[in-house]
């Protein structure tokens, strides 16, 4: 699985999943734009992307700005000639609470996020894509885009949206050579499942199959999986990773 002349885009490319992908393609040999809000992370990848030989440039990007998703991609033609593979990663999570009790500032933010903020970066890459002639997209939905989980109704819809999204455009545009994909991960190992406290992690742990969360190079690798030349009839797929969790379901 190689990425040589090939531009990859990924956003929230400074967090945990993002990063690991960013590397991930760039040690596969592509071009990577490590797109993020957080400008202090998203250099410190580029930095260590560099470090290791690879090429990748950082794009200051808030994926809720139809005018700054554009920017975006033209950064991605401008600077390196083109955009083949596109990780739609950025996203948020909220605070654990009761769907009656959960306001409706937070509902807003995590939808425009998760799932508003996806039609933007959607929207733009196609319009590239189609005119380009092809491509390859992956969108991190999550397990919470499958099944219901306690306490996150906001976060649960908005990756519901995600699938529902990454169906939809895999359908419109499979014959224009472009493939849309989503991964689905259980829990992972990343900055956003950091404020767990001991207790909690180890009660988490203990539920997993494998008894552990993933670490987010599990999940890069299969989003260069989709994103690459041998998942050439993987369209409008949901990959679930999650060690197993959902298998007892
Ligand atoms: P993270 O918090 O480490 O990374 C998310 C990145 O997105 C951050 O660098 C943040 O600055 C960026 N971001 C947030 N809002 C943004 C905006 N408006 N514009 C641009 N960038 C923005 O989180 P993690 O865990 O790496 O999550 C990545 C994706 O994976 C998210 O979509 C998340 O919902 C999803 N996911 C995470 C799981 C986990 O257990 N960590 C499980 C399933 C899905």
Redesign the pocket.
């Known amino acids: 699985m190689m990425f040589s002349d090939k531009v990859a885009l990924v956003?929230?490319?400074?967090?945990?999943?993002?990063?690991?992908a960013a590397k991930l393609f760039a040690s596969k040999g592509a071009k990577v734009v490590v797109?993020?809000?957080?400008a202090e992370?998203?250099e410190a990848v580029v930095s260590e992307i560099r470090n290791d030989g690879g090429e990748s440039s950082f794009f200051?990007?808030?994926?809720?700005?139809e005018l700054n998703v554009n920017e975006m991609i033209s950064f991605c033609v401008e600077r390196y000639g083109g955009l083949h593979i596109a990780h739609n990663?950025?996203?948020?999570?909220h605070e654990a609470k009761r769907f009656h009790e959960l306001d409706l500032g937070t509902w807003d933010r995590v939808m425009?996020?998760?799932a508003r903020?996806l039609v933007l970066c959607l929207r733009a890459e196609l319009v590239h894509m189609l005119a380009a002639g092809g491509g390859a997209i992956v969108n991190?939905?999550?397990?919470?885009?499958i099944a219901a989980a306690p306490m996150l109704s906001a976060?649960v819809t908005?990756?519901h949206a995600?699938v529902g999204m990454t169906k939809s455009a895999a359908l419109e545009y499979a014959r224009d050579g472009i493939r849309v994909n989503a991964?689905?991960?259980?829990?992972?190992?990343?900055?956003?499942?950091?404020n767990m406290t001991a207790q909690q992690r180890d009660a988490l742990n203990e539920l997993m199959p494998l008894g552990r969360?993933?670490t987010?190079d599990e999940?890069a690798q299969v989003v260069a999986f989709l994103a690459s030349d041998e998942a050439s009839y993987v369209n409008g797929a949901v990959y679930t990773i999650d060690g197993g969790s959902s298998a007892s379901a």
């Open positions: 956003t929230g490319a400074g967090g945990g999943i993002g990063s690991a797109a993020d809000f957080n992370a998203g200051r990007v808030d994926v809720t700005d990663n950025a996203g948020i999570l425009n996020v998760n903020a991190t939905a999550s397990g919470a885009g976060y908005s990756k995600v991964v689905a991960p259980g829990t992972v190992e990343t900055p956003m499942t950091a969360m993933a987010p999940v």
